[in-house]
């Protein structure tokens, strides 16, 4: 097992980082330069295992792909060019590799295997194959719960209007990816407006996207074209040191070229909200995705209560929120988040068990925690629980920590963030 310690001498946070690249538009950038004929350059690509895993299905598939650190080319025939795939195609941890590629394959003339690792494959799929199946696609189910391993037969789709149940960008995403290759107009409803990457990367590629009043429409049959993708810092990578930056008192951190799509920074208004000071400096030039700089500094926290339009913006940051919320004066109370217990693990228990160790106060609920704060935290044993945001929160909480914190199955971090280690000793 692969166990690591951090310990925390105390003292502010100081200096700068660039961290690595965005690992939902990494994906669409591999995915949609495999669908479109030519050759799609990427630069500032993630290269973590879940991007990675990206990479080699659509290697598989009939793209050429060459890597040289975060600088990715991405020479595909295009989706008629594709070839079916004997072995099944792995996604790994990714859920995002897996949701997104079955709404690309199944309006494809190939027919492949999509499977995944033990967490993924316990992870439910049945909110995309059911809207996909309705638009005619074809899936063998093998286990017949829902979840990977799932054949999928690629056939012409039909449109539909589909209105979203749940909030979530990976089931918008493969129902639009789905409706590339369909008749007619496939049109998605949300309720409330999840990561819009997808839709932003297609106009990138040449496709036109409707985007009004809560619906997202694309019309079938555009032939997307290679384009230049410029992949931003992963603010749910930043989010870490940003939170890191906010609890210990004298802190200032700036992070360099970090994604700033509104629908990502929810972070950004509750760290405000707890009083840290952020200052926001965006790049004007910035094309397609929104980003630029940002300077997190510690202020005395106060608890927030977190719920509603909020949550998608901010739901894989949840983790180290409820770590910041044990240092913050008050009850911080995190609701409408019942899709944390769908996650890489169940985020809800796993936090509130792991947090637990250190000795928050901190009740899982249905659909978030209740955590009262400010709790002095001890040195512990922590586990990952095999969820790359579990183990950076865990090393997080050594900074609030009187004693070392150990991680056990660190590995699993390089799922979205290599390299954490190093970054978080450079500010210490
Ligand atoms: C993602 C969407 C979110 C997020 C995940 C990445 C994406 O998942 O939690 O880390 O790239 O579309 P859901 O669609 O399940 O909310």
């Known amino acids: 097992m692969d166990i690591h310690e951090v310990s925390f001498h ?12 965005d690992k939902s538009i990494s994906h669409r950038a591999v995915m949609l330069g495999g ?23 659509f290697s598989r598939l009939g793209a050429v792909i060459e890597r040289e650190g975060t600088d990715v080319t991405v020479k595909s025939p295009g989706m008629a060019g594709w070839k079916s795939s004997s072995l099944p195609l792995d996604a790994g941890n990714s859920g995002t590799t897996a949701r997104l590629l079955l709404g690309i394959l199944a309006g494809s003339s190939v027919t492949a295997t999509v499977t995944g690792d033990r967490y993924l494959c316990k992870r439910p799929m049945r909110r995309v194959t059911d809207p996909l199946a309705a638009m005619g696609a074809a899936f063998d189910y093998e286990g017949g719960g829902g979840t ?38 496939t049109t998605v409803k949300e309720k409330t407006v999840s990561r819009d990457h997808t839709e932003r990367m297609l106009e990138q590629f040449g496709a036109a996207v409707i985007a009004e009043d809560g619906n997202v429409a694309i019309e079938g049959g555009q032939r997307l074209t290679a384009a230049s993708v410029k992949v931003p810092g992963d603010i749910s990578s930043a989010a870490f040191f940003m939170c890191a930056a906010a609890m210990v008192p004298g802190s200032s951190v700036t992070f360099r070229g970090v994604g700033l799509n509104p629908t990502r920074t929810g972070i950004v208004d509750v760290l405000i909200g707890m009083g840290a000071d952020v200052v926001q400096n965006p790049d004007p030039d910035a094309a397609g995705e929104p980003y630029g700089d940002i300077t997190v500094s510690a202020g005395g926290l106060k608890a927030v209560e977190i719920g509603g339009d909020l949550i998608p913006r901010l739901i894989d940051e949840l983790p ?12 911080t109370v995190i609701r409408d988040a019942g899709e944390l217990r769908v996650k890489e693990t169940d985020r809800i228990e796993a936090v509130c068990t792991e947090l637990r160790k250190l000795g ?7 659909d978030g925690m209740i ?9 512990a044993v922590l586990s990952s629980n095999g969820d790359h945001r579990l ?6 909480a050594a900074l609030a920590a009187d004693g070392p914190v150990s991680i056990e199955d660190a590995g699993c971090i390089d799922v979205s963030y290599p390299g954490f280690f190093d970054d978080l000793q450079s500010l210490m």
């Open 35 to 57: 669908m479109a004929e030519g050759t799609t350059t990427i630069s500032g690509f993630l290269a973590g295992e879940d991007c990675l895993s990206t990479i080699s299905i």
């Open 391 to 396: 183990g950076m929160m865990a090393a997080i």
């Open 360 to 366: 928050a106060d901190i009740e899982p609920t249905p």
């Open 10 to 21: 105390g003292g502010p946070l100081k200096g700068e980082l660039r961290v690595p690249g």
């Open 148 to 185: 990977l391993p799932l054949t999928v037969e690629g056939r012409q789709l039909q449109g539909i209007q589909y209105e979203m149940p749940v909030a979530s960008a990976q089931v918008k995403s493969a129902i639009l990816l789905a409706g590339v290759s369909a008749a007619g107009t």
């Open 371 to 379: 955590i009262k704060g400010p709790a002095k935290l001890k040195g």
């Open 320 to 331: 180290v929120i409820a770590l910041l919320a044990t240092q913050a004066e008050g009850t």
